[in-house]
């Protein structure tokens, strides 16, 4: 159990003049599996590597318990980074490729067997030992990827894309088996994501990091319920977003005026709200009910996105086809927007 | 992948092979045929006697043939080993890295295999009276190495171009040293190209005449000077006799690794030439 503090940690590559990272500071639990996610370019591999040791930091600083690993080398650091296309030695079987770590520690060839059979149990590939890297499918290259590094029981475990190249159905048998392996093991795992779905999914905190800066650093959820910005918003697939005054738990804009929950910013700011929460025509009128009109409704299978307008205001809304059948485009209706749904964003 | 074979490109691959055998063995067969032959004068097609003589001399103690074929050996061997210390990192750094003048560094690599070996030399041979090189085995290694280095540094280059250094990371992060690390992870990979990349190096060294002549100060007679000596005094009979024997490591090597030279990207270097 390994608890990681990245400290100031800033990446300026020769001949760039703009960070690649900029500042980064976490404090990552012991145990706790946490997802750097941004989109390609964003620094997030660049800082698995420094992590790792692949590459040398600008400035910062990255402890484990407290104590700087920065002047460690890689193979001494305790940390193994699994990369995105997998690299397994392709002169190697399956055996040889998840008793490399061991190898290199001069454990005695015996016991790497017996523990490399153990590993291959765990990541469900039985009697696969002697199958050589291009023989496996995929899904089966990135279990093996997986394997020779848990098999060295690393303080700190990296993951670099680890679903992007799976299709599918195999991501999800890969998330639950990282997951389970990751709390049975209990090792502090940090992983790279671009995909807001896959770090909500199977992360304990999620890190956004855009053009090489931390947004936010929360829980999964809170990216949804109490974005910090706009950007981030958007980025969770956030889309209304209107301006107006929040004084007294009101937010009063072009919309009318709303009731926020208690913690909300005062002042001016942007209320948002995401477009599932939006509720149509819902039983009696409760607060924040306010009439609006369907400009477009789309049928999407097992939901229904419409587009409102509120006054000059247009809204995103996402609802149960059954409870918007009846409505045509062009009529108005009565729409509710539980406070608890509501957040302020500085402006 | 592989196109089924019709007719036509079976009759063509037939053609090719027979080409190549005949440009290839053809020249070396009046060689072969002049080293048992005791009088072969126009017009006759075959001599008119056979004799083992010019090989009982070629392989006795005073010809001196052996004693040149060791020295050889070990001047192409030796020159072949610094070419391959020198030319992996070299290689390395052309596949691998970016860095400012790259091109002037891969011409000036690539430069002895344009400009005449003579012309070279002529400059070198100054500089080698000077620290006292010159008429020494070592000199005469050195000197090969003038040739033999563009080709190990190419065909290195070409296979580092094709090699991800992620490899070597995931080595290292798996808790391999760079020591481990070369030898498990990079050696393996590049292994192909330092075979083939080490056999032409070899070949090259091994057929090297003016350079050897030059610094060498007819000292240190390697096996093509020996030829060359024995060529122009007009025994052919003895000519053939060591020149059976100059072709012989080189067909040896060539069996040796023939394997490796199939390796699309240990090749790939010399596309660059």
């Known amino acids: ?347 | 992948m592989l196109e089924k074979p019709t007719l036509l490109s079976n009759s063509f691959r037939f053609i090719t092979i027979a080409m190549l055998i005949t440009w290839l063995i053809m020249p070396l067969v009046p060689l072969a045929i002049w080293s048992f032959a005791k009088g072969w004068f126009f017009p006759l097609i075959l001599p008119k006697y056979w004799s083992l003589n010019a090989w009982n001399y070629a392989l006795s103690d005073t010809a001196g043939v052996l004693e040149s074929l060791w020295l050889t050996i070990f001047i192409s061997a030796s020159a072949t080993i610094l070419s391959i210390m020198i030319g992996v990192p070299a290689g390395r750094a052309l596949g691998m890295y970016k860095f400012k003048g790259k091109e002037y560094v891969e011409l000036l690599i690539l430069a002895p295999t344009i400009v005449p070996g003579i012309a070279v030399v002529l400059g070198i041979h100054s500089v080698f009276i000077s620290i006292g090189l010159t008429n020494t085995i070592p000199g005469v290694i050195l000197v090969h190495l003038i040739p033999t280095l563009p080709y190990m540094t190419l065909v290195m280059s070409g296979i580092f171009s094709n090699f991800d250094p992620d490899f070597e990371s995931q080595a290292r992060s798996l808790g391999a040293s760079p020591l481990k690390t070369f030898y498990y992870i990079t050696l393996p990979s590049i292994l192909p190209g330092i075979i083939v990349g080490g056999l032409f190096a070899f070949l090259v060294s091994w057929s090297q005449y003016i350079l050897t002549l030059m610094i060498g100060g007819g000292r240190v007679i390697t096996l093509p000077l020996l030829l060359f000596s024995f060529a122009t005094s007009g025994r052919n009979d003895i000519t053939g006799a060591i020149g059976m024997i100059y072709i012989l490591p080189g067909i040896i090597i060539l069996i040796l690794t023939a394997r490796h030279l199939s390796g699309r990207s240990a090749v790939g270097g010399f596309g660059r030439i």
């Open chain 1, 1 to 347: 159990m390994t608890h990681v503090s990245i400290k100031n940690l800033t990446k300026v590559y020769p001949g760039l003049t703009v960070p690649s990272l900029d500042n980064l500071s976490l404090e990552i639990n012991s145990g706790s599996l946490t997802a750097l996610l941004g989109p390609s370019g964003c620094g997030k591999t660049t800082t698995m590597k420094m992590i790792a040791g692949l590459l040398d930091q600008t400035s910062g600083d990255v402890t484990f318990d407290g104590t700087s690993i920065l002047k460690e080398k890689p193979e001494n650091r305790g940390v193994v980074m699994v990369f995105q296309n997998h690299l397994l030695f392709p002169y190697m079987n399956v055996q040889d490729n998840i008793g490399f770590g061991l190898k290199m520690r001069n454990v005695h060839k015996d016991e790497i067997f017996n523990r490399v059979i153990k590993m291959l149990d765990l990541v469900k590939l039985p009697n696969m030992e002697n199958r050589m890297p291009k023989e496996l499918s995929g899904g089966q290259q990135q279990r093996v990827a997986l394997a020779r590094a848990l098999i060295v029981q690393p303080r700190v475990l990296l993951l670099d894309e680890p679903l992007s190249n799976l299709d599918a159905h195999l991501r999800f048998e890969m998330r639950d088996l990282i997951r389970n392996l990751q709390q049975s093991m209990g090792i502090t795992t940090i992983f790279v994501t671009h995909d807001q779905e896959e770090a909500v999914v199977l992360a304990d905190q999620v890190a956004l990091i855009l053009d090489g800066k931390l947004k936010q650093y929360a829980q999964p959820d809170v990216f949804y319920k109490k974005p910090i910005d706009v950007v981030t918003a958007k980025f969770f697939g956030g889309q209304n977003f209107i301006k107006g005054t929040s004084k007294n738990n009101n937010f009063s804009s072009n919309i009318g005026k709303l009731a926020l929950p208690k913690d909300c910013l005062q002042g001016n700011g942007i209320l948002t709200f995401r477009p599932e929460n939006v509720q149509i025509g819902k039983g009696p009128k409760s607060v924040n009910t306010i009439k609006a009109k369907i400009i477009e409704k789309i049928f999407l299978g097992t939901q229904t996105r419409l587009k409102l307008s509120i006054k000059d205001e247009v809204i995103q809304a996402i609802a149960n086809p059954n409870e918007v059948d009846e409505k045509e485009t062009g009529i108005e209706i009565d729409i509710n927007i539980p406070p608890s749904c509501l957040w302020v964003i500085n402006n």
